[in-house]
C-alpha cells in the first residue's frame, strides 16, 4: 500500500526519503501542520510547483451566491467557501543567484519529517548548484498549538568547500486573487474532470486590500474579504543569526512582501533566518485593529524565544499523546499510521476553540472547508474520551447555531431546528437538497454526541446550560416532521421524505437509521428535561420561560418515540435500509469494474438511485450507534445483507464496517476494514488526498480500534467492553476519561486490565460481568477468547434464492451501457 523505501516504518515520524513531483498534491496533504485553528499545507519552502499553495484560517470563508438552474422555495441561497489565507511560507534560497528548484536541482541529500513527537515539519537537503557549490539546507516549519495565532519557520543554510553569495528571500502573498513569486509560479495540475467534492472557484476578486507595510523587519497585510466582510491581517517578522556579513532589502505592495537577506557566506559559517508570521481573522473587526493583534502575538513570542516555543510544542504533544495515544503491540507499520491519524485529530480540533472542525481540517480545501455531521459522529467520540474540552467546543458552537437553525425549520414549515448540512457561518450551503438538506438526521447526530459528551464527563452543568435547547428544539422538529398512522388498531409514528447517510439512496420514506436516531433524540430529550425539572426547579423554570415549552411535550416526545416505525422484511430477516429500498433492482458490484468507481463520479444519480447499493453504511452504522436496540442475530444478518451492498465510495464507511464486522465475527474482514481506514490518506486510496486530511475517516481510525477491536460502548450511560482482539496482535492499549478518571485499558487474548488514575471509583461491565475499579487501582477480568469467529466474507450469493417479501427473487445485476456512441443525423 506504501513505498516503504520512500516512506520507511517509524512509530513516531512520518519520513519521506526522496522526492517525487508527481504525487505532490498527496505529500502537501500528509506534511501539512496545524492547529485547529490556522493551518499550512506541506508546500515546499521554495513556493513553487504545487497542487494548492494552501494556507487556512479555521472559519474564513467567503460568501457568494448559489444559482440554482431551477429554483424552488427554501432551496439555500448562499454558498459559503474557505479563503486561501495570505501565504508565509515561502523561503526561497539561491547561491551565487541560482536558485534552489525541486524539480531540476542537483540534490545530492533529501529528507522530509513530520514528528509527531514534537509538531514539527522538517527538511534536510544538500545540494550541489551547477557551479559546483556544495551547500546544506535545514528547514523547519510549526503551527503553533500553545500560540494558535503564531507560526513559525526557521531556514538554515550553510555554504560547504567555498565561500558563496546566499540569498534569502522572504515573503508574503495573496495567493487567493492570483499573486506568486514571479507572477507565473507552475502549479502542478491536479487529475482534470468533475468532483463535488472539491472546492468552489470564485472568479472575481476575493481579498480587498487593507492596511500594508514594513517596519523593519516586520511586513504586514491585511484584507477584507469582498462579500462575506470578514477581514485578516498577517504580520511576519524576521530574525537572522549568523556571522557572515549581510544585508537586507525589503519591498511591500498590497499583495506581496518580501524581505530579503543577502549574505556573503564563508565556507562552513551558517545562516539562520527565522520567520514568525502571526494570523489573526474577525467577522468585521476593522483590520488595523488585527495588525495590532499580530503585532502583538509576534512581541510575546519574540519575548518567550523561538528555541522555547519548539520545546513548549514537545511539552504540549507529551500531554496529548499520555492522553491519546493508542498502542498496537508488535505492528510498527500500524503504529505509525494510527499515530498519523491521531496527529491529525489534534491538527483539526485543537485550537478550534469554539469553531467547527472542517472536513479536511486545516490540511486542505476540499468540502470548501464546510463543518458536516462527521465532527459530531466520528470525531466527537475521540474528543470526548480524550480531550473533553475540545468536545465542549465543538458543541457551544452548534448551540451559537440555534437561531439559523430555527429559522432554517421555519422556512422548511417544521418546528424547533435544523441544523445545516455542510455550513461555516451556520447557514445551509448544500446546493443539492436531495443529498444535504433532505438528511434531517444531523438533527439526532448533534443531540447523540451531546448524549456521548454528557455521558462521559458528566458534565451536567453544561447540558442545562446550553445543550438542553440543542435536544429540546431538535427534539421538536421530529415531532412535526413525522405523522401518525394507524392499521389493526396499532398507531406507528412515521418520517417521510428524508435521506439517511447513504447518499446513493436520497429522500426515501422511513429510513432506518434517520428513525433510529430520531427516536434517541426525542428520548434523550424528554430524559433531560424531567431531569432538570426533578434536580433544580429554578433551572427548569429558566428553560420553560427562555423555550416556551409546553408540559406536555416530554410526554410527546416519548409517545411517538415508541411508536417510531423500523421496517424489517420478514422473508430476509433484515431491516431495509428505508420502505421501498428492498423494491429497487441489486446492483452487482463484484462484476462492477474498477475504472467505474467511485459510481458518482462515473454514474448519474438517477442510475445509482434506481438500485440497492450504498455509497457508505447506514443501517450498519444505527446498529453500532444503537446496538442496545438490536438483537446479535440482527446485527449478523443485517451485516451479511448489506456488506455486498457496499461500496466503501465513501471515506466514512470503512471504520463503521470494522467496528461491525468485529462484533458479529468476521474478524480478518474487520482488520481489512480498518487498514482501509488506516492507510485512506497515507497510501491515497480514494486518489483525493491532495484535497486534504479525511480527518473523519481519522477519528473513525480511534474508534475502531476503542470501540470495534478493544470492545468499548457506552449505551445508557453505562460503560461496557466486549473485546474483538486481532489473532496477530500480542496486545491492544488505550485511554479513557470516564467521568474525571482516567482508566488505561489493555486488551490481550485472554485478558482485559483496566487501571484507574485518581479519582472516582468507576464501574463497567465485561461481557455481562459487573466490575469496578476504585481511583488508582487496578482490575484484571479473564477472557475466554475475542468473540465469534466467521471467516470470509458476506457475498452476492447469498442473494441466489433470496426473495422479497412480496414473493419476489432478488437477482444483482447492472446499468446497462452503451458501448457505441449513438450516431446524430444532421438536418438542413
Known amino acids: 500500500m506504501i513505498d516503504r523505501d520512500r516512506y520507511p516504518v517509524d512509530p513516531w515520524r512520518l519520513v519521506e526519503t526522496s522526492l517525487d513531483l508527481e504525487n505532490t498534491g498527496v505529500t502537501e496533504t500528509l506534511f501539512a501542520v496545524g492547529n485547529g485553528y490556522l493551518g499550512l499545507r506541506g508546500n515546499h519552502p521554495e513556493g513553487r510547483y504545487a497542487v494548492e499553495h494552501g494556507t487556512y484560517v479555521n472559519g474564513f470563508h467567503e460568501t457568494f451566491p448559489i444559482r440554482h438552474a431551477e429554483h424552488a422555495y427554501g432551496f439555500a441561497e448562499v454558498g459559503q467557501t474557505i479563503i486561501n489565507a495570505p501565504d508565509a511560507k515561502v523561503m526561497r534560497v539561491y547561491v551565487d543567484d541560482e536558485p534552489l528548484a525541486l524539480d531540476v536541482s542537483d540534490m545530492r541529500e533529501y529528507e522530509r519529517v513530520l514528528d509527531l513527537r514534537t509538531g514539527v515539519l522538517s527538511r534536510h537537503v544538500r545540494w550541489v548548484t551547477p557551479a559546483g557549490k556544495d551547500v546544506l539546507i ?21 555554504v560547504l568547500g567555498e565561500d558563496a553569495a546566499v540569498t534569502i528571500d522572504c515573503q508574503l502573498l495573496n495567493r ?11 502549479t502542478i495540475s491536479q487529475q482534470p474532470g468533475f468532483d463535488p467534492r472539491k472546492v468552489e472557484a470564485i472568479d472575481d476578486r476575493v481579498l480587498q486590500p487593507q492596511e500594508y507595510w514594513q517596519d523593519g523587519l516586520r511586513s ?41 537577506f543577502r549574505v556573503q557566506a564563508r565556507a562552513g559559517v551558517p545562516t539562520r533566518v527565522v520567520k514568525l508570521a502571526a494570523y489573526h481573522t474577525s467577522r468585521g473587526v476593522p483590520t488595523r485593529e488585527l495588525v495590532d493583534r499580530c503585532r502583538r502575538t509576534l512581541d510575546r513570542a519574540e519575548a518567550l524565544g523561538v528555541e522555547e516555543h519548539f520545546a513548549e510544542q514537545r511539552r504540549w504533544l507529551d500531554a496529548f499523546w499520555h492522553r491519546s495515544d493508542v498502542r498496537i503491540e508488535g505492528h510498527d507499520d500500524l503504529q505509525q499510521a494510527t499515530r498519523w491519524c491521531l496527529f491529525q485529530l489534534a491538527q483539526a480540533a485543537a485550537r478550534a476553540d469554539g469553531l467547527g472542525v472542517p472536513a479536511k481540517g486545516m490540511s486542505g480545501s476540499g468540502y470548501s472547508g464546510h463543518y ?5 459522529i466520528y470525531l466527537l467520540p475521540f474528543l470526548a474520551y480524550t480531550t473533553p474540552l475540545w468536545a465542549r467546543n465543538v458543541l457551544r458552537l452548534r448551540a451559537q447555531m440555534l437561531p439559523d437553525a430555527r429559522r432554517r425549520a421555519h422556512q422548511l414549515s417544521e418546528a424547533g431546528a435544523l441544523f445545516p448540512w455542510r455550513t461555516i457561518n451556520g447557514e445551509e450551503a448544500s446546493a443539492y437538497y436531495a443529498a444535504g438538506t433532505a438528511q434531517y438526521h444531523i438533527n439526532a447526530d448533534i443531540s447523540f454526541a451531546l448524549a456521548t459528551y454528557v455521558r462521559a464527563t458528566g458534565d451536567d452543568e453544561f447540558l442545562y446550560r446550553d445543550g438542553v435547547d440543542i435536544a429540546v428544539e431538535t427534539a421538536r422538529l421530529w415531532a412535526t416532521l413525522g405523522f401518525w398512522r394507524q392499521a389493526d388498531g396499532v398507531e406507528s409514528f412515521h418520517i417521510h421524505g428524508v435521506t439517511g447517510p447513504d447518499e446513493y439512496t436520497t429522500v426515501v420514506n422511513d429510513n432506518l437509521f434517520t428513525n433510529v436516531m430520531a427516536r434517541f433524540n426525542l428520548r434523550f430529550a424528554a430524559r433531560t428535561v424531567r431531569e432538570m425539572e426533578q434536580l433544580d426547579g429554578e433551572v427548569y423554570r429558566r428553560l420553560v420561560e427562555r423555550l416556551k415549552l409546553d408540559p406536555g411535550e416530554p410526554d410527546a416526545w416519548e ?21 421501498m429500498f428492498l423494491e429497487r433492482e441489486v446492483w452487482d458490484l463484484e462484476a462492477t469494474p474498477p475504472e467505474q468507481r467511485p459510481l458518482l463520479l462515473h454514474f448519474h444519480p438517477l442510475v445509482i438511485y434506481r438500485f440497492q447499493v450504498l455509497k457508505q453504511a447506514d443501517v450498519v452504522l444505527a446498529l453500532f450507534l444503537q446496538g442496545n436496540h438490536f438483537t446479535a442475530e440482527e446485527k449478523l444478518a443485517n451485516f451479511e445483507y448489506y456488506d455486498p451492498l457496499t461500496t466503501g465510495d465513501s471515506s466514512l464507511s470503512a471504520v463503521v464496517q470494522s467496528i461491525l464486522a468485529a462484533e458479529v465475527g468476521y474478524q480478518d474482514l474487520a482488520l481489512e476494514y480498518f487498514r482501509a481506514s488506516l492507510f485512506l490518506d497515507l497510501a491515497d486510496l480514494h486518489r483525493n488526498t491532495a484535497d486534504g486530511v479525511h480527518v473523519a475517516s481519522a477519528g473513525g481510525v480511534w474508534t475502531a480500534l476503542v470501540s470495534g477491536f478493544g470492545g468499548m460502548r457506552d449505551h445508557y450511560g453505562e460503560l461496557t467492553f466486549d473485546p474483538r482482539l486481532p489473532a496477530a496482535w500480542p496486545s491492544l492499549e488505550y485511554t479513557l476519561h470516564w467521568r474525571g478518571t482516567r482508566l488505561d485499558v489493555r486488551v490481550t487474548k485472554d485478558a482485559l486490565r483496566v487501571r484507574a488514575g485518581e479519582g472516582d471509583a468507576v464501574a463497567f461491565a465485561v461481557r455481562g460481568e459487573r466490575v469496578e475499579v476504585p481511583g488508582g487501582g487496578e482490575v484484571v477480568v479473564a477472557l475466554a477468547d475475542q468473540g465469534p469467529v466467521i471467516p470470509g466474507r458476506p457475498t452476492l450469493r447469498q442473494f441466489a434464492d433470496a426473495r422479497r417479501d412480496d414473493g419476489t427473487l432478488l437477482s444483482p445485476s447492472l446499468p446497462v451501457i452503451t458501448t457505441t456512441t449513438p450516431s446524430v443525423e444532421l438536418v438542413d
Not at 535545514?138 to 550553510?158: P, Y
Not at 556571522?243 to 518580501?258: F, G, T
Not at 420478514?570 to 431491516?575: D, F, N, P, R, T
Open 138 to 158: 535545514e528547514f523547519r516549519r510549526m503551527a503553533s498549538f500553545a500560540e494558535k495565532h503564531l507560526a513559525i519557520m526557521t531556514l538554515d543554510v550553510t
Open 176 to 186: 487567493q486573487d492570483g499573486e506568486d513569486v514571479y507572477g507565473g509560479t507552475p
Open 220 to 260: 504586514a497585510l491585511s484584507y477584507r474579504a469582498t462579500d462575506s466582510g470578514m477581514t485578516i491581517a498577517v504580520v511576519a517578522d524576521h530574525l537572522i543569526e549568523t556571522e557572515n556579513a549581510y544585508s537586507a532589502r525589503r519591498l511591500v505592495e498590497p499583495d506581496i512582501a518580501k524581505n530579503v
Open 372 to 376: 458536516f455531521w462527521d465532527t459530531e
Open 559 to 579: 409517545r411517538a418515540a415508541d411508536a417510531l416505525h423500523l421496517p424489517y422484511s420478514e422473508a430476509l430477516g433484515i431491516h431495509p435500509q428505508d420502505a
